[in-house]
């Protein structure tokens, strides 16, 4: 078992330094294969004798690469990667993601690149692999992207450019022209366009991709600056809506307690041991989507803080009892 480990350790790195454009620090090297410091020059050095290992010092540091395309053993994808790539793929054609014909022309690619005899050799794992996984996909809208529009937002911001559209939004009955610098998509069951109006100091605000028409580059340069960090924009919400943030305090009753301690409600959060109880704070806006969150728990969270947070929470209430009220036609 342990020349298994070591082997299989070594053929990480190896993969890892044909990978890295860069270069590794041995110090990058070790977190790599999740050893030490003194395990990876031993491997370093067992690599230097089988491949044309390339050394830099960068800041002081020494970096090391293997430069060129690696033999196709270590490049060349197994059975669980490829009925990986597929599943997800079919998870996001089913779920409508606009992400799907992408994902399927890289399978189609990957697939094409393998040798004959490697595909006769993977197809009697491949189909069990295949046929019985799944991605769950939850029940929400389901919407058709354009593929069209995808590309076309992914070529303005590959190009620095803002991006032009007529955009009708929710209850409106015409649609109006915008532009904006693309500053990200966000992907799921809608996807959105986060962008931000050029020369106005306003907040970027999202756009549905299905509410979008007459997509084209602008000839105007706009591009999201080194600053702009994404998943942070994305952390000041629970979830695309945006508000003013507020201090959040769930606690969560002590027969859901473990389930609590095992549970993302917020990238940014912490859990605290009450008894036997858990509390969780974070800190994020979009009230009405962490109320109706908060209805799958079944009872089992108590809303502490923020007052808005709980008049929410009622009005939520309120509406589903409403329906319950109505006579069935």
Known sequence: MARMEKLDRLLTLVAALGESAEGLTLDEMAEVIGANRRT??????????????????DDRHKRFRIPGALPSPFTQPNVEEIAALQSVAAMQRRGG???????????????AGLR??????????LDPLV???RHHVPAGPMIEHAPETVAAIQGAMMAGVCLEFDYRAEGASEAKWRRVVPLGLIHGAVTYLIGKIPGRDLDPVPYRLDRMSEVRASNEPGAAGEEWDLDEWMSRSFG????????????????????ARRWRFHPHQSIEEDGEEVVVRFHSGGLREIAEHLFTWGGEVRIEAPEELREVMRERLDA???SLKKEPL
């Open 40 to 57: 990876a020059e031993r491997l370093r050095d067992v690599i230097l004798v089988h491949f044309d290992l390339e050394e830099r010092i």
């Open 97 to 111: 993601s606009a992400q799907a014909e992408l994902l399927e022309s890289l399978l189609g690619k990957v697939q």
């Open 116 to 125: 004959r005899e490697v595909k006769s050799r993977m197809a009697p794992d």
């Open 131 to 133: 046929r019985l996984q």
């Open 240 to 259: 695309i809506w945006r508000e003013e943030g507020h201090d959040i305090v769930l606690r969560v009753a002590a027969t859901s307690a473990e389930r």
């Open 320 to 322: 589903a009892q409403a």
